[in-house]
């Protein structure tokens, strides 16, 4: 079964620190999503990508956050200088195209994020 | 205000027997739907189920259900016969407005730890 894939699982960095989560989507899938869970807190949006941009962006994607789809089939996060409140579980999600409006995300298995 | 509110931090079933698990929902849009997600220990989600807004039946997925009362706001999980591995966070979420522009946005709820017993 087809399924999102991310690395690292887990990094620890220092604050200050530029970080790259790295992420697989689905093959097939067009929309891709980032979303970040501080331990014990909800689920919380980011960032969605759709046809090589952002489509929607949350407030807590500021300046410090990037995405790109470098190569066709990876897509990454990058935080420019970490802080302490950016220790999360970061998790990839895909999804089909619009016309699936059901909307099925499908999510990787997280990347925990330490910052120190 | 909170789109999606679950009122149960935490739960404890005995295995085998069924647990619902609330979820409410705060949107003005006609059409939206709802989800409900399992996070074990492991930390990866896993989705369970979907009801849209305007589908007219429960959705049911095998032992999971979905009880959707619309005028009320309610998606409640309904697992059945429970079982051991069952124990995790549960998430409800929801994505509004269910159209093609809007992409698939979730928003989710805080989740409600279940524990089985044996």
């Known amino acids: 079964e087809p399924e999102v894939t991310q690395t690292p699982s887990h990094q620890v960095t220092q604050m200050g620190q530029e970080v790259i989560l790295r992420c697989v989507p689905i093959s097939n899938h067009l929309y891709f999503y980032w979303y970040r869970q501080i331990l014990g807190q909800k689920v919380e949006f980011l960032v969605s990508?759709?046809?090589?941009?952002?489509?929607?962006k949350s407030e807590i994607f500021d300046d410090q956050f990037s995405v790109e789809r470098p190569d066709g089939s990876n897509f990454t996060l990058k935080i420019r200088s970490t802080k302490l409140e950016d220790s999360a579980m970061y998790f990839c999600?895909?999804?089909?195209?619009?016309?699936?409006?059901?909307?099925?995300?499908?999510f990787g298995e997280g990347s925990r994020l330490t910052v120190l | 205000a909170q789109k999606i509110t679950q009122t149960q931090p935490g739960m404890f079933v005995q295995e085998k027997e069924a647990v619902t698990l609330d979820c409410t929902y705060d949107?003005?849009?006609?059409?939206?739907?709802l989800f409900w997600y399992k996070q074990p220990s492991s930390g990866e989600m896993i989705f369970l189920i979907y009801?849209?807004?305007?589908?007219?039946q429960n959705a049911t997925e095998g032992r999971y259900s979905l009880n959707f009362q619309k005028a009320r706001k309610s998606a409640n999980l309904v697992i059945s016969a429970s079982q051991l591995g069952d124990s995790a966070m549960y998430f409800c979420a929801m994505r509004e407005p269910l159209i093609k522009a809007a992409g698939n946005k979730l928003t989710f709820g805080g989740g409600t730890r279940v524990l089985v017993k044996p």
């Open positions: 009801q849209g807004s305007y589908d007219q």
């Open positions: 990508f759709y046809n090589n941009e952002i489509s929607e």
């Open positions: 949107t003005s849009d006609p059409s939206y739907g």
């Open positions: 999600a895909s999804s089909e195209t619009r016309e699936r409006v059901t909307g099925e995300l499908f």
